[in-house]
């Protein structure tokens, strides 16, 4: 993988001259100009998931530039290096290999002259095994009832793709209750512990460093309550009925009192963490769901990682949405990219893209070491339709951002209610056409001299009114359209948005797999959490810091 400032490409430089003639352009003028555009401008994957790209602030040339710029990236060579197994985690020396938990076709991958496959394989069948017991009754807890309710405690990638998978898939879900406790706030597992019963009850500590201090508090806390709940007189034979850890440590497991042989299912380094899901991590998946819906959203990751391999980089749609990503990133200089799953059961997916796309991309130190001169990450937020309509459409539509967005719908509802479902679809329908076309001033005179209501005061208003009903539009925007969501759907919807993580930060030629800048808080923490433990004010931070503690202190003594 060769470290390219893609700032210095003949492609970048190209689309930049570009960029002054298309910054001059209206997308209703593109729509204009080929009446065929949603032909031209959007591509359907295994005939269930169509991406209609064409509210977007390009043309054919546009696409070609960027395609350009991939290429001069090397991106082929990236997404190679990425699937062989070579470690394009540079600087922490580590493969990039979850699309080898999903390779269902079980080609060799090697690192360190080894074929992972197999252990993979071996985790698995391991899990299978593990979650058909609970499912069925057959793994008891200490008291030889069955398990009712499964409480996943983790943080960051250990709990967003867990919580956010089995939030959309509710609908497939099974008899188990399943929880998840992520923050330190003990307001979190208060909550939960107070609608659980211990004996019926199992603990899933997923952490792969086993020692996130978020998860091993809250770790030790659900233990403690365990014990004080039950009659174990802490025997970690009962124990063992009731923790399982998810872990790449398993030194730290075993300390914690968890048997890494018969309780732990493992992970490795290979993994990061915002793409573990599809690995152990994804154990209260399985748990919820069952191995067999497990194993299709690994079917629906995979047939996307093969689309992404082996599609040429203009029919390739994580790089389309990559590439169109970066033209408004790069060109526009937008800041905020925004997603808006519309569908209720998908209200973790924009939190989810939060950590795997910032935590990933939010770097200012290029693969050479030297500070970058570019935009790299763009913001990732969002809520699920039609609530942000309601909230913050409107400055969507009348500010002064131009916020790129996807939006994400189902053709075929889960709970066909009514007319609910074609509601639904109507607002996103009607809110992605009003974003690239808006409403200017003659349609609103239109308006105004065809409506029956013209008292001399309703006449008034109108009339000062209508520079403030104006649309501006031309705001851009991506419809993913998903026939139906399901596990299948679901894994390849993910693996969409991983590679076009991956795609951005090859371009922008920046390491997408370390996440260094959240260390320095962690350590800090630690350190300003003994100096709340003693007494006396403090004056060893800066006076901002130490005001706070010392408040702090003074507020809670007795
Ligand atoms: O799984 P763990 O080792 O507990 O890590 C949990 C999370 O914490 C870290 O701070 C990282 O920022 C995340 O990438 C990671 O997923």
Redesign the pocket.
């Known amino acids: 993988m060769k470290n390219i400032n893609p700032s210095h490409t003949k492609a970048w430089k190209s689309l930049k001259r570009h960029f002054n003639q298309m910054k001059k352009i209206h997308i209703i003028d593109l729509f204009r100009q080929d009446t065929d555009r949603f032909k031209h401008f959007s591509k359907t994957f295994n005939n269930e998931i169509l991406i209609d790209y064409s509210k977007n602030l390009i043309t054919h040339k546009t696409m070609n530039k960027l395609i350009k710029l991939a290429k001069e990236c090397e991106l082929n060579e990236a997404i190679s290096a990425m699937f062989r197994g070579e470690k394009i985690n540079r600087i922490e020396n580590k493969s990039v290999l979850h699309v080898a938990l999903r390779n269902r076709q079980n080609i060799p991958i090697v690192v360190d002259k080894q074929d992972v496959m197999p252990q993979i394989n071996k985790v698995l069948e391991n899990m299978k095994k593990f979650c058909q017991d609970v499912i069925q009754g057959k793994w008891k807890g200490y008291t030889n009832k069955n398990i009712t309710d499964i409480v996943s405690i983790?943080?960051?990638?250990?709990?967003l793709g867990p919580y956010m998978v089995t939030e959309t898939l509710i609908p497939y879900k099974n008899h188990l209750n399943i929880h998840f406790i992520s923050n330190i706030d003990g307001t979190h597992i208060f909550e939960t512990l107070n609608r659980i019963n211990p004996e019926t009850t199992l603990f899933i500590i997923?952490?792969?460093?086993?020692?996130?201090q978020?998860?091993m508090t809250n770790a030790c806390s659900a233990r403690n309550w365990f014990f004080s709940k039950t009659t174990t007189n802490r025997n970690l034979k009962h124990i063992s009925k009731h923790f399982i850890a998810l872990?790449a440590n398993s030194e730290a497991v075993k300390k914690f009192g968890i048997n890494p042989i018969t309780n732990m299912f493992e992970l490795w380094d290979w993994v990061?963490?915002?793409f573990?899901l599809w690995s152990s991590?994804g154990l209260p998946i399985m748990l919820s769901l069952g191995s067999d819906n497990f194993e299709l959203l690994l079917n629906g990751a995979y047939a996307m990682d093969l689309h992404f391999q082996n599609t040429p980089l203009n029919e390739n749609l994580p790089v389309i949405l990559a590439l169109i990503g970066i033209w408004y990133n790069n060109f526009f200089l937008t800041e905020t990219e925004a997603i808006f799953p519309y569908d209720q059961y998908m209200h973790r997916f924009p939190a989810y893209l939060q950590?795997s796309n910032m935590?990933s991309n939010g770097k200012s130190i290029d693969r050479n070491g030297h500070p970058i001169n570019y935009q790299t990450g763009s913001i990732i937020w969002g809520e699920p339709g039609t609530n942000g309509q309601h909230s913050f459409y409107q400055l969507l539509h009348q500010g002064t951002k131009m916020i790129p967005c996807d939006f994400i719908a189902p053709t075929i509802s889960h709970h066909p209610i009514h007319d609910h479902h074609e509601k639904l679809i109507a607002n996103f329908l009607a809110q992605t056409k009003v974003l690239a076309f808006g409403k200017n001033i003659s349609e609103i005179q239109q308006e105004y001299e065809t409506t029956n209501s013209k008292t001399p005061y309703e006449e008034n208003i109108n009339f000062n009114s209508a520079p403030f009903k104006i649309l501006p539009g031309n705001n851009p925007s991506n419809s993913i359209l998903i026939k139906k969501i399901t596990p299948y759907t679901l894994g390849a919807l993910i693996a969409l948005y991983e590679h076009k993580i991956f795609t951005q930060g090859i371009i922008f030629n920046i390491y997408s797999f370390d996440?260094w800048g959240?260390?320095l808080g962690?350590k800090l923490a630690d350190s300003i959490y003994l100096k709340l433990q003693h007494t006396n004010n403090i004056s060893y931070y800066d006076s901002s810091t130490n005001g706070l503690i010392n408040r702090y202190k003074f507020w809670t003594r007795p």
Request: a neutral charge; hydrophobic letters at 20%; zero cysteines.
């Open positions: 983790g943080i960051g990638g250990s709990h997923a952490s792969k460093t086993f020692t996130t978020e998860t872990s990061g963490g915002r573990s991590i950590q935590e996440q959240v260390e962690k």
